[in-house]
């Protein structure tokens, strides 16, 4: 079978940075306590005209520009989001349309933060299956605007999350490079540990859902802490064992950019001794199904990866589910005119991360 792998990269973050400061008000807490307690220190939120189709494609035309790939060429486009633009067409309809991929199948998935994973892992086996050999190509997307679903009053969830989309181009590859193995997990009898309880066929919107909060996003913060200690490392032991590499090769891990304390706290559980972890949640919060492309794209364009590298993508969330996939970089590093990276690393400094190792861990409650 031909090789696939990431062609191409993109993200799109909104113009609007909302601060620590901001998001305690609302929820009875202060900035520090964010921060002490997640890792976050800002966020972006989508401007009352953005949907999150929109979002999506101006992360798809970007990775897509990186790729030197047109959207005529693609054979799907894939969403990943719990957050459409409205519960049907899919939002991968209105991508398609807005990008101007014509020959291109469209559907969503909603594995939620593990959805991007989920996307990469159904387009690869599309492609190896193969394709018409005008579209061989295909984009995968996770995307999500939380904003629109966060009560703000609830200190478990309004100071996690920030809205965004990721995207990657998939198609051929030299032989070796690629995905190498992808691993898809669910726990169903945890579902109701992260969710949205009214607006769908079991409780439709009424004035009733409405006026009891039904709507919002909700999660127990402690018992998904605990689903992620207990299910992520199994998960990357079981990925790698499968794809017969031993955890020392592995040199770069992607994960879901849930919280940035917890991260810090499950990464020494996963033995991956030869591996950088990659966070971007202190700038950008947790993106849903958005957070492991936003990512992947920053370290990919500010030159952090190089060909040939493995890399190691992780997503989990409601569901509960977990998807990881391994890859070996087919990407050389992105450069501009005159040779810079085209990623300029942003304001904060770069020491924040490294200090989160001192900060408590205790949980959301």
Not at 229 to 254: D, I, Q
Request: hydrophobic content about 45%; overall charge neutral; charged content about 20%.
């Amino acid at each position: 079978m031909t090789p696939i792998g990431i062609v191409g990269t993109g993200s799109y973050v909104p113009a609007e940075v909302v601060s620590n400061e901001e998001v305690a008000a609302g929820a009875g807490v202060t900035a520090d306590w964010i921060e002490e307690r997640t890792g976050i220190g800002r966020r972006h939120r989508a401007a009352p005209h953005e949907a999150t189709s929109d979002l999506a494609a101006e992360a798809a035309r970007r990775a897509l520009r990186q790729a030197g790939v047109t959207a005529d060429r693609l054979a799907f486009v894939v969403v990943a989001t719990s957050t459409p633009d409205h519960p049907q067409p899919a939002t991968a309809s209105i991508v398609q349309h807005l990008i101007g991929a014509r020959r291109a199948a469209a559907f969503d998935v909603n594995a939620v933060c593990s959805g991007f994973v989920y996307g990469l892992a159904v387009g690869t086996q599309m492609l190896r299956g193969g394709t018409d050999p005008a579209a061989p190509y295909g984009l995968v997307i996770g995307a999500d605007i939380y904003s629109r679903i966060l009560d703000r009053e609830d200190r478990k969830t309004a100071v996690l999350f920030g809205d965004g989309a990721g995207a990657a181009v998939l198609g051929p590859v030299p032989a070796g490079l690629g995905v190498v193995q992808t691993l898809l997990q669910g726990r169903g009898d945890q579902h109701r540990l992260i969710g949205v309880a009214a607006g769908g066929s079991r409780r439709p919107a009424s004035a009733e859902t409405v006026a009891e909060g039904g709507h919002w996003f909700r999660m127990d913060g402690r018992a998904v802490r605990g689903f992620v200690h207990e299910a992520l490392p199994g998960a990357v032991s079981t990925l790698l064992r499968r794809a017969g590499v031993p955890a020392r090769e592995v040199r770069h891990f992607v994960p879901h950019q849930a919280n940035g304390v917890m991260l810090n706290q499950v990464w020494p559980e996963l033995g991956l001794p030869g591996a950088t972890m990659h966070l971007t949640v202190d700038r950008h919060a947790n993106t849903g199904a958005a957070s492991v492309a936003v990512t992947l794209d920053t370290v990919h364009r500010r030159g952090g990866l190089e060909r040939g590298d493995l890399v190691l993508l992780a997503g989990f969330g409601g569901g509960m589910n977990i998807g990881a996939a391994l890859l070996r970089w087919a990407l050389d590093q992105p450069a501009g005119p005159l040779g810079e990276p085209v990623y300029r690393a942003e304001d904060e400094a770069a020491d924040r991360l490294a200090s989160w190792g001192l900060l408590s861990g205790a949980a959301l409650r």
